[in-house]
C-alpha cells in the first residue's frame, strides 16, 4: 500500500525558513517523479515543484529561486526547502506521486507571519 507521510510544517516568521519532508512506502521510490502542492481554502491545489527520477527539477515562478526540491533515494524521501518565505506561502503542503493512480498526502500547514 502506497503512503506519503509528510513533516516539517509550522509556524515561520516573513523571510525565515522551513523545510518539509515526505517519506514514501509502498513504492519504488527512485523510479518516481515526487511533486509538491499546496493549497488554500477556496483554491485549487497549485503545483509548487517536481523532481524527476533523474533530479530534473521544475518550480512555480511563485517560489523559483526562493524553494528548493530534492530528493534521498536511500531514504525514500523527498524534502522541501523553503527559504525567504512570504506571507502568501501560508498554505496546506501535499506531497504527491502519479502511479497507476494519484497518491497524495495527509498535508502539512505551514503559516507565514508578517
Known amino acids: 500500500q502506497v503512503q506519503l507521510v509528510e513533516s516539517g510544517g509550522g509556524l515561520a516568521q516573513a523571510g525565515g525558513s522551513l523545510r518539509l519532508s515526505c517519506a514514501a512506502s509502498?513504492?519504488?521510490?527512485?523510479?518516481?517523479?515526487m511533486d509538491w502542492y499546496r493549497q488554500v481554502p477556496g483554491n485549487q491545489r497549485e503545483l509548487v515543484a517536481r523532481?524527476?527520477?533523474?533530479?530534473?527539477?521544475n518550480y512555480a515562478d511563485s517560489v523559483k529561486g526562493r524553494f528548493t526540491i530534492s530528493r534521498d533515494n536511500a531514504k525514500n524521501t523527498v524534502y522541501l526547502q523553503m527559504n525567504s518565505l512570504k506571507p502568501e506561502d501560508t498554505a496546506v503542503y501535499y506531497c504527491?506521486?502519479?502511479?497507476?493512480?494519484?497518491?497524495w498526502g495527509q498535508g502539512t500547514q505551514v503559516t507565514v507571519s508578517s
Open positions: 523532481i524527476t527520477s533523474g533530479g530534473i527539477t
Open positions: 509502498g513504492m519504488i521510490f527512485p523510479r518516481n517523479v
Open positions: 504527491h506521486v502519479q502511479l497507476w493512480r494519484e497518491y
